[in-house]
């Protein structure tokens, strides 16, 4: 995965599901990331209002609602999905 555009591999990749593409399609490359390296793959799905966390050596947690989003290896960070999709009134 490595390439020159993008020399480092990121601890964080965040993948939005675009129209036409599957969730499937999503998670085979969430896996692919955790086969080049990359630490935690998350999913973010608007249809759904879900964003599941892809983490090596672990099934993936998808998470909705009220459930807390909190990982280890961003301990400062925590947010629920409904956080993340609530209107924010930006857009008229």
């Known amino acids: 995965m490595q390439n020159e555009a993008c020399p480092a591999l990121p601890d964080l990749t965040v993948e939005i599901v675009p129209p036409g593409q599957t969730f499937s399609e999503m998670t085979e490359k969430a896996t ?3 086969a080049d390296g ?7 799905d608007s249809q759904a209002k879900s964003v599941t966390v892809f983490v090596p050596e672990s099934l993936p947690q998808t998470y909705r609602g ?6 280890l290896l961003f301990p400062d960070l925590a947010f629920t999905a409904e956080q993340l999709f609530r209107p924010t009134g930006l857009l008229s």
């Open 38 to 44: 990359v630490l935690r793959v998350w999913v973010v």
């Open 32 to 34: 692919d990331y955790l």
């Open 66 to 71: 009220n459930r807390p989003i909190a990982d």
